[in-house]
Structures are given as C-alpha cells and as structure tokens.
C-alpha cells in the first residue's frame, strides 16, 4: 500500500503561484509514476502533469508554460509548482501513483492509477 498525503493548497488572486507537494508513504516502490489531477465541482477529474521515477513527464494543454511538475525521489515527494494561475485553475487537486512506468499519454489519465491522495483545495479569485 501507498499513502499519499498532499498539501500547499490556498487561496491566491489571479496571477499569483502555489507550490503543491505530496509525501508518499508506505510501499515506495510503487510510485514508479506520479501525477496532479484535478477536480472542479461538477466536473470529471482530469490530469494536470505527470511524472516517471526516471524524469518523463507530461503537462496538459492547459497548464503548459505555466505549471511544473518534479519529483524528489530521496525525499518520496512530488511537487506542482503552479504559476500565473487564473480563476479557471480553481479545483481540489490530487495526487496519484501507480507501480507501471506509464507512458506520456498514462501519465494523464487516472485510470491507469491505483493509489490516490485526499486532495487539497486550490481557490483562484478574479
């Protein structure tokens, strides 16, 4: 088993940056792949960036040039280092890890992972 505990979450004025990290726990070797989803209400939750143990990743569209996703693999932490965030970033946003090196399509859909974080709330006002 794999926990995963997210934190970093705000509130931030349009424009503004949040760093988000994520301590995994457990059975580490199973977090070959990490990823940021996202949930807005009413929504379906979908794939912010991922991450392989080996440096691959992955951004969506829609945060490209904007977010960064890294991985501390001495200290089991992922991070979301997001930017210039606007009121449409608003969303809980979690973390995910699964054992298979996923590849760059994987990394963005949450299908492919098993073990999943309680989330942290990201609010963006205009």
């Known amino acids: 088993q794999v926990q995963l505990v997210e934190s970093g979450g705000g509130s931030v004025q349009a424009g503004g940056s949040l760093r988000l990290s994520c301590v995994a726990s457990?059975?580490?070797?199973?977090?070959?792949?990490m990823g940021w989803f996202r949930q807005a209400p009413g929504r379906e939750r979908d794939g912010v960036a991922g991450?392989?143990?080996?440096?691959?990743?992955n951004i969506a569209d829609s945060v490209k040039g904007r977010f960064t996703i890294s991985r501390d693999n001495a200290k089991n932490t992922l991070y979301l280092q997001m930017n210039r965030l606007q009121p449409e970033d608003t969303a809980m946003y979690f973390c995910?890890?699964?054992?298979?090196?996923?590849?760059?399509?994987?990394?963005?859909?949450?299908?492919?992972?098993?073990?999943w974080g309680q989330g942290t709330q990201v609010t963006v006002s205009s």
């Open positions: 457990g059975y580490i070797s199973s977090t070959v792949s």
């Open positions: 995910a890890a699964d054992a298979s090196r996923l590849s760059s399509w994987g990394l963005l859909h949450r299908g492919w992972y098993k073990y």
């Open positions: 991450i392989t143990s080996d440096g691959n990743t």
